[in-house]
C-alpha cells in the first residue's frame, strides 16, 4: 500500500477526540468527507470542519483547522494510526495542511472521478 493508499484511507480528528470525518473516496459513504451531502462534509452541523460557525472550521476555536493562531488544530492520520499532518491555517504549526488548499482538493476530487 503506498502512502497516498494509506492517506485516502486515513482519518481526521479533533484534538479533543472527536472524529471529523474520513478520507475515503466514497461520495456514499457516511463517515467520509468525500461524501458531500454527509455530516462531515456539512455547512451547519457542528461536527463538519466544513461548517466556518463551528468550533472546528470557525476563525475562532483553539481547536479549529481555519483558525490562524490555533494550536490544537485537527490531525491527519493514515490507515495504520500514524500521524501524518495537522489540518491547520496556523503557519507556526509544523507538518501542516492549509484547510483551503485541503477543501480545494477534497472538491477537485469529487469533480474528476464522477
Known amino acids: 500500500m503506498t502512502a497516498w493508499d494509506k492517506l485516502l484511507q486515513g482519518r481526521i480528528v479533533a484534538q479533543d477526540g472527536h472524529f471529523l470525518g474520513n478520507l475515503i473516496p466514497d461520495e ?3 463517515n467520509s468527507l468525500f461524501n458531500e451531502f454527509g455530516v462531515y462534509r456539512s455547512e451547519t ?15 475562532f476555536s ?12 485537527p490531525k491527519i492520520y493514515d490507515t495504520e494510526g500514524n500521524f501524518i499532518a495537522h489540518l ?20 477537485r476530487f469529487d469533480i474528476a472521478n464522477r
Request: aromatic share 14%; net charge negative.
Open 28 to 30: 456514499f459513504d457516511p
Open 45 to 59: 452541523d457542528d461536527r463538519s470542519l466544513f461548517n466556518e460557525f463551528g468550533p472546528y472550521g470557525d476563525d
Open 62 to 73: 483553539d481547536l479549529s483547522a481555519c483558525n490562524a493562531w490555533a494550536d490544537k488544530p
Open 88 to 107: 491547520s491555517a496556523n503557519r507556526d504549526i509544523p507538518n501542516r495542511i492549509d484547510p483551503a488548499r485541503f477543501r480545494q482538493w477534497i472538491t
